[in-house]
């Protein structure tokens, strides 16, 4: 599904580094979702943008900070993660029709993040 | 806290039989149900989306819930080495709109030739 790009693919970074994940949707979706898929667990949501505003954190950690410029863009900043927070982060969009539920959820490729 | 339940498996599956997915959820206020298929290390794709009670086909596919029973499940037929993967059962909120999907820890799905 290339209509969900993310960038960069693949990530090592050390403990005390910062650094930024990147999802682009060329959908035409207005909602915007990060996930966490780490081995041996379900996909856990972590946030959601609907209309470039947040509106669902789904109790994460401060060292992830998400970001959404316009409803095609969504940054993820980490910087001091741990070792534990290794995991394929992935970006969904999805229309978000205001009263339906019919909402369906495109995946992008996934950032597969190691922290060393 | 709401759940999905999946058997992890692997489900072993002789190829041209129908494989058979099950999904449990506990939020009986759910409305929309998804199935999507993962490839190792791959991100999920869309399978089936389903809404109302009873069957709904689509191809090799069909998705069938029963909300009662609080239900979700997939059907393969005629299955093929290529459907092997891991097929993840997902489960939204009524709210309308734009909700998170709780998701299961999926079914490692095994077409053997």
């Known amino acids: 599904e290339t209509g969900v790009t993310q960038t960069p693919r693949h990530l090592v970074m050390g403990m005390t580094n910062k650094k930024s994940l990147k999802c682009e949707q060329h959908l035409g979706h207005n909602a915007m979702y990060w996930y966490k898929q780490s081995a041996k667990k379900p996909l856990e949501l972590m946030f959601v943008y609907n209309f470039k505003e947040q509106t669902e954190n789904n109790s994460v950690p401060s060292r992830f900070s998400p970001e959404c410029p316009n409803s095609s863009h969504l940054f993820l900043h980490l910087h001091t993660l741990q070792p534990e927070d290794s995991a394929l982060y992935l970006c969904?969009?999805?229309?978000?029709?205001?009263?339906?539920?019919?909402?369906?959820?495109?995946f992008g490729p996934g950032t597969r993040l190691t922290v060393l | 806290q709401k759940e999905v339940e999946q058997n992890s498996g692997p489900l072993s599956v002789p190829e041209g039989a129908i494989a058979s997915l099950n999904c449990t959820y506990s939020?009986?206020?759910?409305?929309?149900f998804f199935w999507y298929r993962q490839y190792s290390g791959k991100s999920p794709e869309l399978i089936m989306s389903?809404?109302?009670?009873g069957d709904k086909e689509d191809g090799r596919f069909t998705a069938q819930l029963n909300k009662a029973s609080q239900y979700v499940s997939l059907l393969i037929r005629d299955s093929q080495p290529s459907d092997s993967a891991t097929y993840l059962c997902?489960?939204?909120?009524?709210?309308?709109?734009?909700?998170?999907?709780?998701f299961g820890k999926g079914t490692h799905l095994i077409i053997q030739p």
């Open positions: 997902a489960v939204n909120d009524p709210g309308g709109g734009a909700d998170g999907l709780t």
């Open positions: 389903i809404y109302s009670n």
């Open positions: 969904a969009s999805s229309r978000a029709i205001a009263g339906a539920s019919t909402d369906t959820q495109y």
């Open positions: 939020d009986r206020g759910s409305q929309s």
